[in-house]
């Protein structure tokens, strides 16, 4: 038991680090904010739908978001934010949020332009991100790998 006491410290540290590795991409705004500031900037807004009991939201966190690409792309063209849909309802049910993680592009304007539900892995997540670029969408790009 011992032992276990002496590395506490050093597995909460470890924690924290990867948890802040993880949100460094992601802003603290209200949704409002979120759309007012993608729109002054010209940038996507990107919501991340989760709750805290959900396995892929925290592998997301874990192994998503952390990703290099993912994160710098997160940070030069989207406003990202994250929102628990146990605590943010209303804004949930707007958005008819009804698996987990529920990840939503938006326009600038606010308008939603492509959604993913589930664990997507940095590349995947990366080809959305560039469809999105382009002006499409997960369904578009769908339709021309199935082509």
Known sequence: ?????????????????????????????????????????????????????????KMMDRQTFPDAKVSTWLKKK??????????????????NVQFYPTLIFLKPDGTEFDRISGFVPPDEFMKVARGLEKGESSLDRMRKEVA
Do not use: H
């Open 1 to 57: 038991m011992n032992t276990f006491k002496k590395f506490l410290p050093v597995f909460v540290l470890l924690f924290v680090a990867v948890e802040a590795k993880a949100d460094g991409a992601f802003q603290s705004l209200s949704f409002a904010d979120a759309v007012a500031k993608a729109k002054k900037e010209n940038k996507f807004v990107f919501v991340d739908f989760f709750t805290t009991w959900c396995g892929p939201c």
């Open 78 to 95: 989207a406003i990202a934010v994250k929102y628990d849909a146990e605590r943010e309802v209303a804004l949930a049910e707007r958005f």
